[in-house]
């Protein structure tokens, strides 16, 4: 099952994006999807979880309140809606997925392609 990223842009700080990351077939129940980030020159940073199954959802500290992980299950699809975007936020956003819960971008095994969002000042 591979997963493909969409929705990343050019935004003006303090606007919305909302990302798409969907997989070419049904996810195993046991997954968590994620969102990692990686800015030009930085580490992978994470950024947002979600499992498959049930409601549990994973933020990082510097999105809390800001963005908001989903799902559709029908849809095979995991989104990333963030509003309140600022220029630090500037980066590339990658989906993956795990079977148990990380925050380190080294303890995840299968990555998606990623998808650029800029933002202005």
């Known amino acids: 099952v591979q997963l493909q990223a969409s929705g990343g842009g050019l935004v003006q700080a303090g606007g919305s994006l909302r990302l798409s990351c969907t997989a070419s077939?049904?996810?195993?129940?046991?997954?968590?999807i994620y969102w990692f980030r990686q800015a030009q020159g930085k580490e992978r940073e994470f950024v947002a979880a979600?499992?498959?199954?049930?409601?549990?959802?994973y933020y990082g500290d510097s999105v809390k309140g800001r963005f908001t992980i989903s799902r559709d299950n029908a849809e095979y699809a995991v989104y990333l809606q963030m509003n309140s975007l600022q220029p630090e936020d500037t980066a590339v956003y990658y989906c993956a997925r795990g079977s148990s819960l990380t925050y380190d971008a080294r303890s995840v095994s299968y990555w998606g392609q990623g998808t650029l969002v800029t933002v202005s000042s």
């Open positions: 077939g049904r996810p195993y129940s046991s997954w968590i």
């Open positions: 979600i499992r498959w199954s049930g409601n549990r959802s």
